[in-house]
């Protein structure tokens, strides 16, 4: 893996990789202790955690102005993020930005300014026991780092690059990934780089776009709302894992009534505003009928392009997909990284995936189905041919 830096990643690391920005939106950060599944009963705490969490990104500019208009067109698009307002501070040749009240992950918002206006975009996400550093150019992934409640970290990219595209020095980036797991190395490389987050001198700047003129109104049938999550069903909310609903609040958010779900696992407790939810990539357990069917089907080996090499786009795939919690993209990549493994050697990078896939569909299948977890877990590594 020529002019890539990697970490393996732990166990279950992988599902837990980007602290989810949009949580805060409930009057609660992450807590960024990844929850561990307790299928017998959730924690009975009295109230969410209240914990802090930083996000914040900066791009490459002369001044905060063309990022944001960049940030009114993209919330303009079909699907499109609002932000209202951001706090922003311009300081040598970049300009910093910290969301408010975002429904995105704050790397999500700095890959698509970065493509917006094709520049350079440098995320970071903070919280307790949750760390995460992205740096982007014109929208593509130069350097990612992630961590999660103190497990190994998962480095892809090259830091050599992320050095020259930030005129920095490659041990800061080199230090940074020795030091995933201590908050102080992030904020020290934002300091470095001019990027620390904007506060004290802030400005507050508008980013929400102006009203269109009412439009006339369509007779089309609105499209169906999606299923509604009930309190006392287990829900999948990545990074996390699984977690139970326990029922929905209304919390007072700058002085806003939010309506927010209320989960938790073991010891674990969030709160998810309910509108963007979905967004943030929470959904349903799978049904019994959709774990039997991917019990029945993950066998066999699955159609990978020229398997018998590393491909960083193909783990990068393999990574986003426990990112998202999509159950699908999950078996498709527990079936190629077994396949690879049937024809070579796994990489590190590779064998960490494949044990966090593992470790995914485990959890998820055992308790839609009522099932042992040993059981399951045997049925996966057969599939795989353990």
């Not at 698009?77 to 040598?92: K, S």
């Not at 040993?374 to 057969?382: H, M, N, P, T």
Request: aromatic share 4%; net charge neutral; proline share 4%.
């Amino acid at each position: 893996m020529t002019g890539t830096d990697t970490r393996l990643i732990g166990r279950w690391g992988a599902a837990a990789m980007v602290a989810i920005m949009g949580v805060a939106g409930c009057g609660t950060a992450t807590t960024g202790k990844a929850a561990q599944v307790d299928t017998d009963k959730a924690s009975t705490a009295d109230a969410p955690a209240e914990a802090a969490g930083e996000g914040w990104f900066a791009v490459r500019a002369e001044s905060c102005e063309p990022v944001g208009k960049a940030l009114i067109r993209l919330a303009s698009e079909p699907g499109g993020t609002r932000l209202d307002a951001v706090l922003a501070r311009e300081n040598d040749g970049w300009c910093a930005i910290e969301p408010k009240d975002s429904g995105e992950r704050v790397d999500g918002l700095a890959q698509r300014v970065a493509t917006e206006l094709e520049t350079d975009a440098l995320a970071f996400f903070i919280a307790d026991g949750s760390w995460s550093c992205a740096l982007f150019n014109k929208g593509f992934p130069v350097y990612q780092l992630e961590s999660h409640y103190r497990r190994e970290p998962v480095a892809t990219g090259s830091a050599a690059k992320a050095a020259r595209l930030t005129s920095s020095d490659e041990a800061s980036w080199s230090s940074l990934t020795a030091k995933a797991n201590d908050p102080a190395a992030h904020l020290a490389l934002a300091t470095a780089l001019g990027v620390k987050r904007p506060e004290g001198s802030a400005t507050a700047i508008q980013t929400a776009p102006t009203p269109a003129a009412t439009a006339p109104q369509s007779t089309a049938e609105a499209p169906a709302k999606p299923t509604e999550l009930v309190a006392g069903a287990w829900v999948v909310m990545p990074p996390f894992g699984i977690m139970l609903l326990k029922g929905k609040l209304t919390k007072e958010v700058r002085g806003k009534e939010t309506e927010c779900y209320d989960v938790a696992a073991g010891t674990q407790r969030l709160s998810i505003p309910v509108a963007s939810a979905a967004s943030l990539g929470m959904r349903a357990l799978a049904t019994p009928e959709r774990a039997k069917a991917v019990l029945a089907t993950i066998r066999g080996d699955a159609a990978v392009a020229d398997a018998k090499a590393y491909h960083e786009d193909r783990a990068r795939k393999h990574l986003d997909s426990l990112k998202r919690g999509d159950l699908d993209a999950i078996v498709t990549a527990f079936r190629e990284l077994c396949t690879i493994r049937r024809q070579r050697r796994l990489y590190a990078i590779e064998d960490g995936l494949l044990s966090s896939t593992q470790d995914w569909l485990t959890e998820e299948l055992a308790l839609a189905l009522e099932r042992d977890k040993a059981k399951v877990r045997g049925q996966l590594r057969d599939a795989c041919g353990d």
